[in-house]
């Protein structure tokens, strides 16, 4: 604990100290919260996104498993071409957002290529951006973890070392300056006894003259 400064100006440094810290306190408390609920609701998206992408590559492969055209696929015929991110806020912290995904279609023969290779297509193209989705829904967990842990942190700043460190300053101060003020009024009893004594004493040059 450090030195404090045991006078009255202190005592008001320290009672505003603690006004402060008890009034940011319940929102720290709140935003703490907030990010553990959110954090929480998006690791639940995330899993149904790659359960999706499972259940989507699941069927996809027991579809395609009745052509006879291993080699048909051609490779390069899909691309990613751009991928679209947006901006949010959550609990006052800027996250991304999955927008969509564009694609490119490779060149390839429209009459030599069975038809199911452009169904094949688009549902790797659903598949890839549904990697997108989860890996935008990991950032955002991510940035949302890290404020959660420096308000954490703030929150356990404020209950267990500020609010108990300046609750112990006013209270030592606060004896401080009580004991001060006790001891000036006994000084002050003292002294008026001394100044009552000696003037009912009779003074010496009085009782000589008698």
């Known amino acids: 604990m450090a030195k404090i400064k045991l006078t009255k100006n202190e005592l008001k440094v320290q009672k505003d100290a603690l006004k402060m810290y008890r009034r940011y306190l319940p929102t720290l408390t ?3 919260q907030q990010l553990q609920t959110e954090i929480r ?3 639940v998206k995330a899993k149904a996104v790659r359960k999706e992408k499972e259940l989507l590559e699941k069927g996809f492969n027991e579809w395609i498993g009745v052509f006879s055209e291993k080699d048909a696929f051609p490779d390069g015929i899909i691309t990613v071409s751009n991928i679209r991110k947006g901006k949010g806020n959550i609990a006052g912290v ?3 957002t999955f927008e969509g995904a564009d694609f490119s279609r490779g060149d390839y023969d429209l009459y030599s290529t ?3 290779v452009d169904i094949a ?3 790797m193209e659903k598949a890839i951006s549904l990697d997108f989705q989860a890996e935008v829904f990991d950032e955002q967990a991510r940035l949302l973890q890290k404020e959660l842990l420096a308000t954490s942190q703030r929150v356990n ?3 267990k070392v500020k609010i108990p460190e300046t609750q112990a300053n006013i209270k030592k101060i606060s004896i401080y300056m009580a004991d001060q003020q006790v001891s000036a009024v006994v000084r002050s ?3 008026k006894r001394k100044i009552a004594l000696r003037n009912t004493q009779t003074p010496e040059s009085e009782v000589y003259s008698l």
């Open 114 to 116: 069975p038809l199911w």
């Open 157 to 159: 700043l404020f209950e």
């Open 30 to 32: 709140l935003k703490k």
């Open 41 to 43: 609701n998006i690791e």
């Open 121 to 123: 297509a688009n549902h």
């Open 189 to 191: 009893k003292i002294s």
């Open 94 to 96: 800027d996250i991304p």
